[in-house]
């Protein structure tokens, strides 16, 4: 077939990508799902983040909501820079980091009376008590010469108001009262990430079941046997895959922000929706160009 014969069997669902294109396909996805994902770290700092960082919170509870949110927004720049299948170790941790910063985002958008933020500050202040006496611990007992090298853990964790009020915030969340005890709570809302995803939706349990172990493997270097089976062209999808499950991520949380902030109406008036949404139909132009090229390369 020529190049227009393949591109109306491709439009009509007669032929699919791979057979087209070959052990290339792979690879133009990865290259369109990259673009689509410096798309909308663009159109986010454009539009969203650089108001997000300059106007002044109203309240603490904000602040923690913006922050979560701004930390998704960091995530995304960086994967701007790992723009080549090899970076997919990268991807896959910015993927992690994204899924599970949405999680704690969605719910703390979900929350009406305000414990859930109540809980996510105590929690970050236990998880910081409890790291920070770790290596109290470990220097006292190893380098105790070393006094500078863990000299504000010690401030922190020996701060009487402070173990007073994790105490109190154990014994009314958790609850426990043992400050010693602090190793069994695991994270502020008492779930694990599939707990978390499952109570958000189906669709986000569903990226669990796809993407979590295999993220948590890379994370922790046991995935090795599972990736040293991969050959380019599978990594090159694994990449491009990893990349269109972050777009999701990503603009479910611009949604939740702008309607958590009460930013609707602006948006709606300036068409910020109706661009998010054309965002997607940009990219599908790219990648329509990427095949045609990729067909004219492959009849020369």
């Known amino acids: 077939m020529n190049k227009q014969e393949t591109l109306s069997a491709l439009s009509n669902g007669q032929l699919n990508l791979r057979e087209a294109l070959g052990e290339r396909a792979a690879r133009i996805l990865a290259k369109t799902f990259y673009a689509y994902t410096k798309q909308l770290f663009q159109f986010a700092k454009n539009n969203l983040a650089l108001k997000l960082i300059s106007s002044p919170r109203k309240s603490e509870n904000e602040g923690v909501f913006v922050g979560i949110f701004l930390r998704m927004y960091l995530w995304m720049e960086s994967l701007t820079a790992l723009d080549r299948p090899s970076h997919f170790q990268g991807v896959a941790v910015a993927l992690r980091s994204l899924f599970e ?97 499952g109570k958000i939706g189906k669709e986000y349990e569903k990226i669990y079941v796809d993407f979590y172990s295999q993220l948590s493997e890379i994370v922790h270097g046991s995935g090795l046997e599972f990736f040293r089976k991969l050959d380019k062209e599978q990594f090159e999808a694994y990449y491009a895959f990893c990349h269109e499950t972050v777009h999701k991520i990503f603009i479910d949380a611009i949604k939740i922000v702008v309607k958590k902030l009460e930013f609707d109406k602006t948006w709606e008036q300036e068409g910020l929706y109706k661009k998010l949404d054309e965002l997607k139909d940009e990219n599908m132009m790219v990648f329509q160009t990427n095949i045609e090229e990729e067909l004219e390369n492959q009849q020369k």
């Open 101 to 197: 910063l949405f999680l704690d985002l969605k719910m703390l958008a979900d929350d009406e009376n305000g414990e859930c933020y109540e809980k996510y500050i105590a929690f970050s202040e236990i998880e910081m008590f409890r790291e920070g006496s770790k290596k109290v611990k470990f220097y006292e007992r190893n380098y105790p010469e070393e006094k500078e090298k863990y000299f504000f853990q010690n401030q922190f964790t020996t701060d009487p108001e402070r173990i007073k009020r994790i105490t109190e915030n154990l014994k009314r969340f958790w609850p426990k009262d043992d400050i010693n005890d602090l190793g069994k709570i695991k994270h502020w809302t008492k779930m694990d990430a599939r707990g978390r995803a």
